[in-house]
């Protein structure tokens, strides 16, 4: 299975970068991971809403472009979607697995999450708290989630 990850803005700080390739390591005998950044819009501090919704729409048509050629299911992060544990998650991906999806997107928004031309695509909105994490962290925690969940799709053990 290929587990594409499409997330608002890069890496910057060495320790991200890290970790981010340790999971992209323990990923290889699972997966094919492969990460694709787009650029964050640039947006100034004291922004008014237009111009966010300016830069969620210039964002979100850069996601939608990477999305043309993807040909499975799309999970977009959003604190408004379902919440879902870790064993749940598992089994999510392990019956896309068994129903011949060979591609999963997972969709990382930035600051100012993502627009709903993006949301609408997805076909689930999933939620890892109702809080909000920086997007670098969020990709982290993304990739962890994943591994996880095919540690217990294998029956291997894990840390609960």
Do not use: C, N
């Not at 290929?2 to 981010?20: F, N, P, S, V």
């Not at 604190?79 to 089994?91: C, V």
């Not at 997972?106 to 708290?129: H, N, R, W, Y």
């Amino acid at each position: 299975m290929i587990i594409r990850i499409i997330a608002i803005g890069r890496l910057r700080e060495k320790y991200w970068q890290d970790a981010a390739t340790d999971f992209a390591r323990r990923l290889r005998p699972y997966v094919r991971l492969e990460t694709v950044e787009v650029s964050e819009a640039h947006i100034k501090e004291a922004a008014s809403p237009a111009e966010e919704k300016k830069a969620m729409q210039e964002e979100a048509l850069a996601i939608l472009d990477k999305l043309k050629r993807h040909r499975g299911p799309v999970i977009a992060l959003d604190r408004k979607g379902k919440a879902l544990d870790s064993p749940q998650l598992s089994s999510r991906l392990h019956k896309m697995i068994l129903e011949g999806k060979t591609e999963t997107a997972f969709v990382i928004g930035g600051p100012l999450g993502l627009a709903p031309e993006v949301t609408q695509k997805a076909d689930l909105l999933l939620s890892f708290s109702k809080m909000t994490f920086p997007h670098q962290m969020m990709r982290i925690i993304l990739l962890e989630q994943i591994y996880r969940s095919f540690r217990i799709m294998h029956g291997e053990p894990y840390h609960k």
